[in-house]
């Protein structure tokens, strides 16, 4: 079966859908609480979510999507004053429009500054993994949970499009149960992907509403 021949996820019902004219039959929109705006694509099996959270001046834009189809088309028709880019990681699903909006706030990393000016190749994919170990993700996302306590909500990157923030210390958890041995393995090829070519065999690790997916030798 297709990617788009997949039921369509559920919990897109819970929020408002906009109705945009330069969706290019890729992206989808949805209107959530304050005045923000998840910009979807649903089309591809990672499901990318970013975001436009207009201020009172200027609005801010969390990633700029998987590049596959020109996303300042839709921001362009949600906002018409100045947008500010951040990227929230420089993986290649959400760096993919940073050459349409300029300057872009991200990580001073070759992959993002080749994305800025238009020039990834599909081999500079693989040099998105391997920067860091499971601990230190772990680490962050404790210490992120305990340092703002008032966040109200999470805008994932992928899936859902709005998650509780109790998921960062879940997360920590899950990934220090992965670390101690207790958490129980699924291999990544059981469930249909293969992230890297090379034949490397990823661990899934199910929680609850999450998983985790890493290279066991990496940590």
């Known amino acids: 079966m297709k990617w788009s021949d997949m039921p369509r996820r559920p919990y897109y ?3 408002e859908r906009v109705d945009i004219k330069n969706d ?3 992206f989808e929109v949805y209107k959530l ?3 923000v705006y998840a910009i979807c694509e649903p089309q591809h099996f990672q499901e990318v979510n970013f975001f436009l959270i207009i201020g ?3 609005a ?3 990633d700029t999507g998987m590049g596959i189809c020109y996303a300042k088309a839709v921001i362009d028709e949600l906002y018409s004053g100045k947008v500010i880019a951040v990227n929230s990681h420089f993986h290649f699903d959400h760096v993919g429009n940073n050459w349409k909006f300029q300057p872009v706030h991200a990580f001073d990393d070759p992959y993002v500054i080749a994305a800025s000016k238009k020039e990834r190749t599909s081999t500079d994919f693989g040099d998105q993994f391997g920067h860091s170990t499971l601990s230190r993700y772990c680490d962050t996302l404790a210490r992120i949970y305990r ?3 008032d966040v109200k909500a999470l805008y994932p990157s992928h899936n859902e499009l709005i998650v509780d923030p109790i998921k960062l210390k879940e997360a920590s958890e899950g990934m ?3 670390i101690d041995g207790t958490a129980t393995q699924q291999n990544e ?3 249909g992907h293969e992230y890297l070519e090379d034949g490397t065999v990823l661990a899934q690790y199910q929680f609850d509403g999450f998983s985790i997916i890493y290279d066991p030798k990496s940590n």
Do not use: T, V
């Open 189 to 191: 090829m059981d469930s």
């Open 56 to 58: 009172s001046e200027r």
């Open 176 to 178: 220090n149960a992965i």
């Open 60 to 62: 801010l834009l969390l």
């Open 24 to 26: 290019q039959k890729w």
């Open 13 to 15: 019902d819970n929020y």
């Open 147 to 149: 340092e703002l306590p």
């Open 33 to 35: 609480p304050g005045d």
